[in-house]
């Protein structure tokens, strides 16, 4: 299964923006209503996720585990 599903199984959209792409990709889901998005981003085998009240985030495994394939398919990791 690719990142891209993993993500969409967990309600997040791929931002097709003209300011990624296969290498600077963004997934977001909006959360609380719409009043918060969630952001997972990855650039310069960096991945940063956040929400938009920087709070802290609990992360599940499944989580986790669509993180992983995302950098495995970017050939950060084997």
Not at 33 to 59: A, H, P, Q
């Amino acid at each position: 299964m690719t990142a891209e599903k993993m993500f969409n199984d967990l309600g997040f959209k791929k931002n097709k923006s003209v300011c990624y792409n296969e290498q600077h990709i963004l997934y977001e889901k909006p959360v609380m209503g719409g009043t918060d998005i969630l952001k997972v981003e990855f650039k310069d085998k960096w991945v940063v996720y956040t929400s938009g009240f920087r709070s802290c985030l609990k992360t599940p495994a499944f989580m986790v585990a669509a993180i992983h394939q995302q950098m495995k398919e970017l050939g950060w990791i084997e």
